[in-house]
């Protein structure tokens, strides 16, 4: 069993491109902007982390459920409120997978010295620009 | 090896009281034919890499290595300056080649966990780990590399105990304590925390990591933080739910005016959740330095 333990297994890593953004960070576009916003932010920080392809795609996944989710909530539902309501609670779900995901990966990176990225001004832009998006395509297709 | 000289000794003691650079001055007065020393070596590694002065680490092991062959113990050095430089191809061999000569040494062992942790390695670095640790289950750098692994793992309640077992078992430990307020503040321990940051600073003045990490601490105990406490107790995870949570309900029970408050006095909190941490920060370090 050692001689498995102490064979080489270790190949040079490609230096560290972007820094990553904190999972736990990205909460805040989730909650604000909605599905769109998590996903996106969630696969942009998980091509940082060097997520395997089925990975990435899962997140992205989630983000096109969500939005599913907020379509059939926007078509059924009444209130306006009720449609915002429902982009917060897909954008949470979408980050728990993201968080789900990245946690791991993320622990490693700091663990090779890597510094977190702020995500202030992409998450704001993505909770804006996504949050839009989405409440257009909302309004062109089922209101 | 004939018994280490006196300037060894002293530069021994200098290290273990975390003066590295009178240690290196120290070693500095050693005759030409002691400098390379495989001892002399080591201490000289020591305190460079606690001066992080990693390229002169490894240039340093490489001399000594050159002067007396493979040895364990060089070895090691060259490795973990291989893994600072982010070159880890040449840490593994460094370190393999280390523990090909003493497969029990406990240093080697967890130098490699570490590694293969940073690797994103994780159940290798744990068997590793887990051989040293039935070698020298209460070595300080056993129970920092377990807690370090554990960490790694998102296991965030396990790195904690970890940590308080080596507090307990060394009370005298900086890392120790350091590492505590490390793990206690993960889990939003705050008080915890900020005890085992100043604990260590006070037993390491000299280590800038430790006196960051408590006056980082001192922020988290700002009263202007207070209203983020339980954020920090129970993660942003919980909190988050919670809140959604009620909201829902309320809303679900017919009752929107509620929910609709609710909803906003959550939205204030968002936003001074992003907007108060930095001023308390600037404020704190002002006072400070």
Redesign the interface.
């Known amino acids: 069993m050692n001689d498995e333990l102490f064979s080489p297994t270790i190949r040079d890593q490609a230096p560290p491109g972007k820094r990553p953004w904190r999972p736990e960070s990205i909460v805040y576009p989730a909650f604000f902007g909605g599905p769109f916003a998590a996903a996106t932010l969630g696969v942009l920080n998980g091509r940082r982390l060097a997520l395997p392809t089925p990975q990435l795609l899962a997140i992205a996944g989630a983000g096109v459920a969500g939005f599913g989710a907020r379509l059939v909530a926007g078509a059924f539902v009444e209130s306006d409120s009720g449609v915002r309501l429902s982009g917060t609670v897909s954008g949470i779900l979408v980050w728990l997978v993201v968080l789900l995901l990245q946690r791991r990966a993320f622990r490693v990176a700091m663990l090779r010295g890597v510094e977190p990225a702020s995500l202030i001004r992409p998450g704001l832009f993505a909770a804006i620009g996504c949050g839009l998006l989405e409440g257009a395509l909302i309004l062109g297709l089922v209101r | 090896m004939t018994s280490p000289s006196p300037v060894l000794h002293r530069a021994q003691a200098l290290l273990a009281t975390g003066r590295a650079e009178q240690a290196l001055t120290e070693l500095s007065t050693l005759p030409a034919n002691e400098v390379t020393g495989s001892y002399a070596i080591q201490l000289r590694c020591a305190a460079l890499s606690q001066l992080d002065r990693w390229a002169d680490v490894g240039e340093a092991a490489r001399a000594g290595l050159a002067a007396n062959g493979p040895e364990p113990d060089l070895l090691l050095w060259l490795g973990r300056s291989e893994h600072e430089a982010?070159?880890?191809?040449n840490?593994?061999?460094a370190l393999?080649d280390g523990?090909?000569l003493a497969?029990n040494d406990v240093d080697l062992l967890c130098a490699y966990a570490?590694?293969?942790?940073?690797?994103?390695?994780?159940d290798?670095a744990g068997?590793?780990v887990d051989?040293a640790a039935a070698r020298a289950p209460h070595a300080p750098v056993v129970y920092a590399t377990r807690i370090?692994i554990a960490?790694?793992?998102?296991d965030d309640r396990e790195a904690q105990r970890i940590s308080r077992e080596f507090v307990g078992v060394h009370p005298e430990n900086p890392v120790a304590h350091a590492l505590l307020g490390g793990t206690s503040a993960a889990r939003g321990h705050i008080d915890t925390a900020y005890e085992g940051f100043r604990q260590a600073a006070a037993a390491r003045p000299t280590e800038q990591v430790f006196a960051e990490s408590a006056l980082e601490l001192r922020v988290a105990r700002h009263p202007l933080m207070l209203p983020l406490r339980p954020v920090l107790r129970f993660g942003?995870?919980k909190t988050?739910?919670v809140a959604?949570g009620c909201?829902?309900l309320l809303?679900a029970v017919g009752l929107?005016v509620l929910a609709?408050l609710l909803g906003f006095a959550w939205l204030a909190f968002?936003i001074y959740s992003?907007v108060v941490p930095p001023l308390v920060r600037r404020w704190v370090r002002r006072g400070w330095s």
């Not at chain 2, 570490?114 to 994780?122: H, K, R």
Request: net charge positive.
């Open positions: 982010g070159r880890d191809e840490a593994e061999r393999l523990l090909a497969p570490d590694l293969c942790a940073a690797n994103g390695q994780l290798k068997k590793l051989l370090q960490h790694a793992r998102g942003a995870l988050w739910l959604v909201i829902l809303r929107p609709g968002c992003w």
